[in-house]
């Protein structure tokens, strides 16, 4: 107790009022209280690549940019819209080799090969799953799941795209310093992007098919369709990951549609709060360190990063983004009576 | 009384309704705006509807009414889409509608109710009507009472809601529907159909699950919906504010159309009173029309 004549005051008080997610903002300093978090994360992504030492840790960034594009593309599907998706390596795959082929075969350069990655992998994947999205929890998690299986034996049996070897001397970026940026530039773009498009009108329908599609069915509105809307959005954002990856290894094989790229992001959705869209970055930006680091140990890496998980899993469950979140707004400040 | 009530012998229930309210004729209607031609329908080896056939005429407020398992329910599924009937026809406005998309036939302006109230539960209130606002039938006729142009959704949605019964100038539009209680979910229900400005609307048990003075204050928000010209088919076990609203009434028993007709005709019938009513309750009804 520091004076008889002061008390202990939570800071976003008078702030925050009866209604969730609305401020009245009165001040710089209530301003603040909002925006700071929002701003040290970007500034923090943005000074990433100058504070890691080494061109290794550096390669890690961009890796976990990557993992961080397809968690958000995870969370956003799984917790916005209700189709629980384990085609992160679908995603990926087709991404990488859409992007290979039009390199190796055509010349693209890498600034076009990405976007155009994005947009035709979107309609390819989306194309192929739209057969299972009549499918609902983890039925959809469990046909998606075969997919990235199914095209990396199509294409290990018929020998096409460089077969079991993949597609070699692809173009990298300019520079590190421009494959770093790009990656962390696209993920603070999808991240923005998608928390102010699930909070439009037209993106809560997509919440509205995930609490009650029979009574979307109902409004007169054709499920199907946005759910391929959602699909769409997040395969494009699965593939131009993908392009990315094979830029960044200069070759794309048949590893990219490894069953990593779905089992991951899922471990950082939990891990960094599911339905937050920050926590899957964050979550990211721990396990794949983590994962790099203890690749000293071996194969006994896998357990300690499976207990990491379990631990997370009992006794964080709502995730590092929901508990950090509660903690802020608990914040107090002294303040005279 | 109403003129296309044209085959009733005696006067019915309603005549003693309060004047003012929906006294007016309406033209005698030749087509019926609904027609249900010999749908069947069965769960295995359930039968939920054996050859059932009625028509609903346009103005029309239609009472389906039997026992629990009578079928009551998988008609609304059947003539909204939600489920394929095995065999028969149901047209609407003429045109052969069966077996289309729920949203298709939403789309054509056949809208319906879910006895399960199926709100949006993790948005407020009337976000929940925003979301049927942006469906293609009410970007052309521009909602409930829009004049074929679309305003601003938001608004449209506190106004409908302010229509139905939401209190405008509190938070309760604002407040999330799960935490609603169930008189203002029953009405979120037909909101969501008059947001799309419908000509049909298939009510699936309204009444189930109000208080008396809640069903009291939903009763005349029907018959207002009826007096602007939507035709509306209930679904009800409370028969006594039904028959005070439906001015025709068919009963369904064992997925069998047992009777159709005028409300005083089908409580008079004995089939009825054994198979649904029990004496009893037949007497009450009676009594209080």
């Known amino acids: 107790m520091k004076d008889q004549a002061s008390r202990k005051e939570r800071i976003d008080r008078g702030i925050k009022v009866r209604t969730d997610g609305l401020y009245a903002l009165m001040s710089w300093r209530e301003l603040s209280y909002l925006t700071l978090p929002r701003f040290i994360l970007i500034a923090g992504m943005l000074a990433l690549p100058f504070l890691v030492p080494g061109m290794y840790w550096q390669r890690v960034i961009s890796i976990v940019c990557i993992y961080a594009i397809l968690a958000l593309s995870f969370d956003f599907l799984a917790h916005y819209v209700g189709l629980v998706s384990l085609g992160g390596a679908f995603f990926i795959g087709t991404g990488g080799y859409i992007a290979g082929i039009l390199n190796s075969y055509f010349g693209v350069p890498p600034f076009l090969t990405v976007p155009l990655a994005a947009l035709i992998g979107g309609v390819v ?5 739209l057969p299972c999205l009549p499918l609902k929890g983890v039925y959809f998690a469990i046909v998606t799941l075969m997919y990235p299986l199914f095209m990396a034996r199509i294409i290990e049996a018929f020998d096409i795209f460089g077969g079991t070897d993949g597609l070699t001397g692809i173009d990298s970026f300019s520079s590190s310093f421009a494959e770093q940026y790009f990656v962390i530039a696209m993920v603070l773009v999808f991240l923005f992007g998608i928390r102010r498009f699930v909070t439009t009108d037209r993106g ?10 029979q009574a979307v069915k109902a409004s007169g509105i054709s499920i199907t369709r946005y759910k391929a809307l959602a699909v769409f959005i997040a395969s494009a954002m699965g593939c131009m990951a993908g392009a990315c990856l094979t830029h960044i290894y200069m070759w794309s094989g048949i590893s990219q549609f490894a069953l990593d790229f779905s ?15 920050v926590g899957p970055l964050i979550g990211c930006l721990i396990l794949v360190p983590v994962s790099e680091l203890l690749r000293d140990f071996g194969t006994l890496r896998i357990a300690f990063y499976a207990s990491i998980l379990v631990g997370f899993i009992l006794f964080r469950s709502d995730g590092i983004m929901a508990f950090g979140q509660r903690k802020y707004e608990q914040f107090e400040r002294w303040t005279q009576i | 009384m109403k003129s296309n009530m044209t085959s009733e012998p005696k006067p019915d229930m309603k005549s003693d309704r309060k004047p003012g309210i929906k006294q007016e004729s309406k033209p005698a209607p030749t087509d ?7 749908l069947s329908k069965a769960f295995g080896g359930v039968t939920a509807l054996k050859d059932v056939s009625f028509d609903v005429f346009p103005g029309d407020v239609l009472g389906i009414i039997g026992p629990n398992g009578s079928g009551k329910t998988t008609i609304v599924n059947s003539i909204t889409g939600f489920i394929k009937p095995g065999s028969g026809r149901i047209y609407f406005k003429g045109k052969n509608i069966t077996g289309r998309p729920p949203h298709k036939i939403a789309d054509l302006g056949v809208t319906r109710t879910f006895q399960i109230m199926r709100p949006y539960h993790s948005l407020p209130a009337y976000k929940n009507l925003v979301i049927p606002l942006f469906s293609p039938r009410a970007k052309r006729t521009g909602g409930w009472r829009g004049g074929g142009r679309l305003g601003n959704r938001q608004t449209i949605a506190i106004d409908i809601l302010e ?4 209190e405008r100038d509190s938070y309760i539009p604002f407040k999330k529907t799960s935490t609603l209680p169930t008189g203002y979910l029953k009405r979120l229900e037909l909101a969501r159909c008059l947001a799309l400005k419908p000509e049909i609307i298939i009510c699936d048990e309204v009444f189930s699950g109000l208080s008396m003075s809640e069903i009291a204050s939903m009763v005349p928000l029907i018959e207002r919906l009826q007096d602007e010209g939507i035709t509306i088919v209930m679904i009800e076990h409370r028969l006594r504010e039904l028959f005070q609203v439906a001015n025709r009434v068919m009963v369904l028993n064992f997925g069998e159309k047992l009777i159709e ?11 009825v009173k054994a198979a649904y009513f029990g004496s009893e309750e037949v007497e009450e009804v009676m009594t209080y029309a």
């Open chain 1, 204 to 213: 809560l329908i997509f919440t509205a098919i995930m609490d009650n599609d």
């Open chain 1, 125 to 129: 994947c989306t194309v192929l799953l």
């Open chain 1, 263 to 277: 089992i991951l992001p899922i471990a950082a959705t939990v891990i960094g709060g599911a339905g937050t869209l």
């Open chain 2, 163 to 166: 229509e139905i019964g939401f």
């Open chain 2, 261 to 271: 007709g005028s409300p005083s005709e089908v409580m008079a019938d004995e089939r």
């Open chain 2, 32 to 38: 019926p705006i609904l027609k249900i031609d010999g």
